[in-house]
């Protein structure tokens, strides 16, 4: 195994990005992590920091629930009730996660991308090409939310940032230390994710082969399968994606690879995948431990609360390499792994491939430089507040901060 990544530029931005999120939290699961890969906290839980140790706890459904107390599905339930892809288990959420495999077929993916991202990313490589400059922050923020809306089937004159508001209030509600939503969070939770679910139960109710809760319609699902669905993706999609092409086009400055030609050799498939195992946008996911089991040399208790930190494990195989194979117990880690595996990942890739596609596209015609980036402070998904690029030829004044 490689030394943990911290030393090349790319490294030290993305430790700024994740202890400008969570200033405390970051830097006491720094020191957690150390030494062990896996370690019990006192009023945490336990911390899961090994990549083995954690697809251990992701695959064994015997062992890790996602519901219950001091689990993710527990966050979710009293905003979405029980049947929730978020919150399911056993055969039940087998059943419904077969049933909407269709809907992320390559087919239907690309139709979903190509109606989302493809008028945005024209655009900005137009205007790159133009000499101006690209906020990607900004490019990101507006394709997730376009591929929600297409996938939720909104209205196309309903402006994209209601969704990118419903995505941000809901964000605010959640940190670390939240359990779970009490009666007034719960409401207010519910209201923000209306322009979601109200366009996701109108577009079933239509059945039209044009959307995609209309095609979940025809194939029987219900009304409350649609919104769950709806939900699921928007709450784990939009500020993932958006999160994840800023911090991409940073590694790629960072390792030199926006300078053309050198971008003219960078395989788009291969910084995408690399790309997300250094960033890893969802940082960490909880499951409860259900009956003791030993992980990484710990024995965990029943009903003991279990934080996998996926974006501590991935980073664990070092430096930013497009190209390198990730294998074994990192492979798509930073999906998650077993029976909770991201089912819009296809969604995902597509939409992260459209956009660093353009900008490998632009980098080689005539190289690409960051002129200014800053540090989202205090969210919950680690990002970029800015990140801006324009072409290497173009004259401009860098404003771009210091990593940590």
């Not at 251990?56 to 993710?72: E, I, M, W, Y």
């Not at 230390?177 to 007034?184: K, L, N, V």
């Not at 939770?189 to 059945?207: C, F």
């Not at 194939?219 to 991409?248: C, E, H, M, N, W």
């Amino acid at each position: 195994m490689r030394a943990l990544a911290g030393t090349d530029p790319g490294s030290r931005w993305e430790a700024r990005l994740v202890r400008s999120a969570h200033p405390v939290v970051a830097r006491v699961v720094d020191a957690a992590v150390a030494r062990r890969g896996v370690v019990r906290v006192p009023g945490v839980g336990v911390l899961v920091a090994d990549p083995r140790s954690a697809r251990q706890v992701l695959t064994d459904t015997d062992a890790f629930a996602k519901n219950g107390p001091g689990s993710s599905g527990a966050l979710w339930t009293p905003v979405l009730g029980d049947r929730v892809l978020l919150n399911m288990e056993g055969e039940d959420h087998r059943s419904l996660r077969r049933s909407l495999a269709d809907l992320f077929s390559p087919r239907v993916v690309r139709e979903v991308c190509d109606a989302a991202a493809g008028p945005v990313v024209s655009d900005a490589a137009a205007r790159l090409r133009r000499g101006e400059e690209v906020d990607v922050v900004r490019l990101a923020r507006e394709v997730s939310a376009a591929a929600i809306g297409v996938v939720v089937g909104l209205d196309p004159a309903t402006p994209p940032a209601a969704l990118l508001e419903a995505s941000d209030a809901i964000e605010s509600m959640v940190t670390w230390r939240t359990r779970t939503f009490d009666d007034a969070a719960a409401h207010r939770a519910r209201a923000a994710l209306a322009v979601v679910q109200d366009a996701a139960g109108s577009a079933h109710a239509a059945a039209s082969s044009d959307t995609v809760m209309g095609r979940l319609a025809r194939q029987g699902a219900s009304l409350d399968d649609a919104r769950s669905l709806a939900a699921a993706l928007f709450l784990t999609g939009t500020g993932t994606v958006s999160s994840a092409l800023p911090r991409i086009a940073g590694q790629l400055a960072d390792a030199g690879l926006l300078e053309a030609p050198a971008a003219t050799g960078c395989d788009v498939d291969d910084v995408v995948a690399e790309g997300l195992r250094m960033t890893t946008p969802s940082l960490a996911t909880l499951r409860r431990c259900v009956r003791p089991t030993d992980v990484g040399g710990v024995r965990l208790r029943s009903d003991e609360r279990v934080v996998v930190l996926l974006w501590w494990a991935t980073r664990r195989d070092g430096g930013f390499e497009p190209g390198r194979p990730a294998t074994g117990d990192l492979r798509h880690l930073w999906f998650g792994a077993g029976s909770h595996f991201c089912l819009g990942a296809p969604l995902a890739l597509a939409e992260l491939r459209a956009m660093t596609g353009m900008l490998l596209d632009v980098a080689g015609e005539q190289g690409l430089v960051v002129t200014s980036r800053r540090a989202a402070r205090r969210v919950l998904v680690p990002r970029y507040a800015e990140l801006t690029v324009s072409g290497a030829g173009v004259p401009h004044v860098r404003r771009e901060g210091r990593a940590a």
